[in-house]
């Protein structure tokens, strides 16, 4: 049962520290989402890849967010200094490669990010 | 960013009702893809349509591409309690996998 699998699940931390979220994609997909979900918002793009390239990060405030998939098991999402405002869920998301006709995106558990 | 419409925001039905909920958009979309969202999980995806017209069932739930590509709807047929939670509607404008357009979800109670 393949899935998309992230860490952790929660972060509580203090303003002006780091996060770092990490998501596994699901074998063979070459496309990894990042969203962040929150009640006002709902669910927004902040970057996604390709074959470990950044196609879109437009969704990112690049002062403080930045994305990074250092090989094809691991994208990385860091966010430093962190700010209350960050708080959200944050989901991955891998999506099969382009060229089938069945274009699907399936979404990791989501860290719960807390900024205080 | 852009987003779907989807209503209702919320409903509350009685366990053995039928739902229904659906999406528009200003713009087409080449693929429709419904999720449910359980608390403190991610979105689990349900239906994925890819073709205008096009209507496919999983289980009780049924969902269909429009024939303009610019809405779907999901129906949910005889409800249980575990049909509880979050059903959001995404939009895909290209192929070759590209970021979802999200509606803002419904939130779907059943009363036993």
């Known amino acids: 049962d393949a899935r998309v699998t992230q860490t952790p699940r929660h972060k509580v931390t203090e303003m002006g520290q780091e996060v770092t979220m990490r998501c596994q994609p699901i074998l063979g997909h070459n496309t990894v989402f990042w969203y962040r979900q929150t009640m006002m918002q709902g669910l927004e793009l902040l970057a996604y890849?390709?074959?470990?390239?950044?196609?879109?990060d437009s969704g990112m405030p690049k002062d403080r967010f930045s994305a990074e998939m250092p090989d094809a098991t691991l994208a990385t999402l860091k966010i430093q200094p962190s700010e209350p405002r960050d708080s959200a869920v944050y989901f991955c998301?891998?999506?099969?490669?382009?060229?089938?006709?069945?274009?699907?995106?399936?979404f990791g558990p989501g860290t719960r990010l807390t900024v205080l | 960013g852009q987003q779907l419409n989807q209503s209702p925001q919320s409903m509350f039905i009685q366990e053995g009702e039928d739902v229904s909920m659906n999406c528009t958009s200003s713009s087409i979309f080449n693929t429709w893809l419904w999720y449910k969202q359980d608390p403190g999980e991610g979105p689990v995806l349900l239906i994925a349509?890819?073709?205008?017209?096009e209507l496919t069932s999983n289980g009780r739930l049924t969902a269909q591409f429009g024939i303009t590509r610019k809405d779907s709807f999901l129906n949910i047929s005889a409800s249980i309690p575990s049909d509880v939670g979050i059903y959001f509607c995404a939009g895909l404008f290209n192929s070759g996998n590209t970021p979802l357009v999200f509606g803002k979800g419904t939130r779907l109670s059943v009363i036993a």
């Open positions: 998301a891998s999506g099969t490669p382009p060229g089938q006709l069945t274009d699907t995106q399936y």
């Open positions: 349509l890819y073709k205008a017209g």
């Open positions: 890849f390709r074959n470990r390239a950044p196609l879109d």
